[in-house]
Structure formats: C-alpha cells, structure tokens
C-alpha cells in the first residue's frame, strides 16, 4: 500500500517539496509583464509543459500553487515557470532560476531554499541510529522530546503522529526539522554532522537492524512459558528475584527497565513484551538447563511439571488448614500449634518448597485469610487420620486436596441438607476451588 502511495505521487513530480515563494514571485512577473491574461490561462500552459516531463497537474491544483493558496511545489512546477518567464532560457536548475530572477528584478519573498517537506525515509535512519545507540529508551520517549522541542519553535505534531513517523508507518512527508533536530540529539552521543551520521549508518546496518528487532514486540505467552519454567526450577524464587534477575540481565547489555513493568511481566499481565526482554530471560535460563537441552525442548518435557508447580502455587482459603490444625491438636494432646508449625515447616521442605515456622503459625491459627495450596497439601500429609466426609472419595487422591462436595458440606452445608453421602456421589471430583 505505501508502495501504491508513492508511484501515485511520482506521477505529480519530485517526491520532495520546496517553498513556493520564488514560484509565486515568477508568476506574479509573468502575469504584470501581460505574458498570459490569467492566472487560469497560465495554469493551463504549466499544465501542458509539465505534461511533456511525465508529470500529470490538475489546471486548479497548478491555479491554486501559483496564487499562493498552496504552499509548497515541487520543483517542476518551479521550472516550468522559469521556462515560461524567461523565453529562449530553457529548464534551468534551481541555482540558474534564482540567477535568472535577479537579473529580471523579480522581488521574493525571503525564505528559505530548503524543503518544506522531505520524505519520511530521509528521517527514519536519524532515529534507528539514535534508538541504537540509546537502547534504554523508547520510541514513545524519543517522540515525546520531540514534540515538546518542536513546539518551541511553533511546529504542531502530537506525539502518536510523531512516534508512527519514527515507527516508519502512516507518513510519507515529515518536516525537516525533524531530521535537524534528531541531528541534534545524536551530538550527544559524539556524532556531529550528518555525513557522519550517515557513515555509522552504512557501517553498522547489521548491528542496527538486529537492535531494533529486538525492540519489536512479540506474544507474551512464551515469555510467560520460559519464567514458568525458571520458577519451577527456583521454587524457593519469587517473581521479584526472577525480575531482579532479569534487570541484572538488561542492565549487562544497556537496557534499563523498571522493576515492576518487568514483575508485572512476569505474573503475564501485559499482552506483549519486547523480543530483548525474551532474549534475556533465555539467557537467565539456560544455566539451569542441560547444556545439550534446547529450549523448546524443555518447555516441552516439563509441561506436566509446570502445571503442578502452577497448581501448587496457587492461593487457596485457610479455613480447611485450621479445621485440620484442631483435629491434629485433638489427636495429639499436650502439643502445642508452635510445634505442628516446625513439623509442617520441615514437611514443606521435603516437598521441594521453603516455609518457616514463623509464617506458617499465623496460617495455623486463621489469622490469614488465604496461603498456596502446597500448604494445605502438607496439612493433608501430616493428618493421615482426616477421613473424607463422602464415600465416593478415595483417601489417596484426598491429599491432593478436599473434593469440593466435601468442603463445600463442611462450610457451606445449607445446599446439602438432607442429602446422604451417598447421593453426592455424582457430583465429588476436582480440588477445593476454596
């Protein structure tokens, strides 16, 4: 589409813009020396000789460009006017038509000679060097100083305008002040011209390119997959040590990003992610991962593994771990909740996750309202005595966790009043959803 865009254009001159003051001035000439009666019938004479060079003029659009009502031409129409003032001359280049207009006493406008509009594709390798070079920050950042420097100078852009530019999408003409002012930012970093500029382009365009591919976002779900897997294998780990390890990571290669994006990141939370970020916690991981061992290949063979740690690690009520607590305490008399939380503690251990006695306490006397499930599973091991409340329940599949007929009979028996344990027979499967 954007390629449809350009040959439109192609067929209305040079892709580039100029002022059209030295335009108007020439014909403002040519209309006082009587040349042509009318700006209408000098439309129409432009409009046949840009027409022998290839390029296709409506005779209002070529009206409203010599009356000023347009601001800027491209240079043909230019030419074509110093063709027509200036008989016998031919087409000249824009050097020769200011000559040409000094010499024939035509009063301009002052203005600069630059363009008013360059192509966007002039600009964007100004940015791609500059993001390279300045990989903690992002286009969203680089358009936002942007917009504010160029509103000094009374140039309206907003900043989704100016980031899409950067981006390279939606527009084909920028201003050129853009292109000044990223000149400017990248003295900062000891480029001081553009043929400098252009020179590190040239010389580092692998190097450029594979930086900002690693801007692009990608699916967060194998970034998620990946922090999973780093958790299983760090179950004493949290998902603030797994960001901190991953800021570590981004900081090694010049990337700075905050602690909590990269948290909020690793729970799964935004949609997409950047390709760096997945590529630094690939780094993170490979260390606990056989050597020989791909990646993919581990995501695939621990898929099982994960889940069980994903279903350990979710939260569930404490309700369930109290009631367990007294019928322990009835069981085992003279023993204090003190000393059933260092036996649950050690019990925690063994299952591969870290619990202290101090933290479980509070949770064995219901002063928390929720805890993982993998302590309820530890409370279920250290009472091999609970029975289930319904028939159809098989005590071994019972220390994975209460069927939810049962916890749901215990604490929310108004459903099951009159009902036999037998007639939950049907509806006992799955964990406690509490």
Not at 311 to 331: H, T
Not at 346 to 373: C, F, H, N, V
Request: net charge positive; charged share 30%; proline share 5%.
């Amino acid at each position: 589409m954007h390629s449809d865009r350009l040959e439109h254009r192609r067929s209305h001159g040079s892709l580039e813009r100029i002022p059209g003051t030295l335009a108007r001035a020439m014909a403002e000439f040519v209309l006082s020396k009587g040349l042509f009666p009318s700006k209408e019938s000098l439309a129409r004479r432009l409009c046949k000789d840009l027409e022998s060079y290839g390029v296709t003029y409506h005779v209002r659009t070529l009206k409203r460009q010599i009356s000023g009502a347009i601001g800027t031409v491209p240079s043909e129409v230019e030419a074509a006017l110093a063709t027509v003032a200036f008989h016998g001359n031919g087409r000249r280049s824009g050097v020769d038509i200011r000559e040409l207009c000094a010499e024939a006493g035509i009063n301009r406008p002052t203005g600069m000679d630059s363009p008013a509009y360059v192509l966007s594709e002039k600009v964007l390798p100004l940015a791609r060097l500059w993001l390279h070079l300045n990989p903690q920050t992002s286009k969203r950042a680089l358009a936002i100083r942007l917009q504010r420097d160029l509103e000094k100078e009374r140039i309206s852009y907003t900043v989704d305008a100016l980031q899409a530019i950067l981006a390279g999408k939606n527009r084909l003409f920028v201003r050129p002040v853009i292109g000044d002012r990223l000149l400017e930012y990248l003295r900062d970093v000891g480029i001081n011209s553009r043929v400098e500029a252009k020179a590190r382009i040239q010389a580092q365009a692998e190097v450029i390119r594979r930086s900002l591919d690693a801007r692009e976002l990608v699916p967060i779900r194998r970034f998620r997959e990946l922090g999973l897997l780093w958790l299983c294998k760090h179950r004493d780990a949290t998902a603030r040590q797994l960001s901190t390890a991953l800021q570590q990571k981004l900081s090694e290669r010049g990337v700075r990003m905050n602690l909590d994006y990269l948290q909020r990141a690793a729970a799964g939370r935004p949609r997409q992610v950047r390709r760096q970020l997945e590529a630094a916690l690939e780094d993170v991981l490979r260390p606990d991962l056989p050597p020989s061992q791909d990646l993919d290949a581990a995501l695939a063979t621990t898929c099982r593994e994960r889940e069980r740690w994903r279903r350990d690690m979710g939260w569930v009520r404490v309700e369930p771990i109290v009631a367990l607590v007294k019928g322990w305490l009835e069981q085992h008399p003279g023993k204090s909740v003190r000393q059933l939380a260092i036996r649950l503690s050690a019990r925690i251990r063994e299952m591969g996750y870290s619990r202290g006695d101090d933290t479980l306490q509070p949770i064995l006397g219901g002063w928390k309202k929720k805890t993982r499930r993998f302590v309820y599973q530890a409370m279920l091991i250290e009472c091999p005595s609970v029975k289930c409340l319904t028939k159809s329940c098989v005590y071994p599949a019972v220390r994975e966790g209460l069927c939810r007929v049962c916890l749901l009979r215990r604490y929310d028996p108004v459903p099951f009043r009159g009902m036999s344990p037998l007639q939950g027979k049907g509806r006992a499967s799955g964990f406690a959803g509490a």
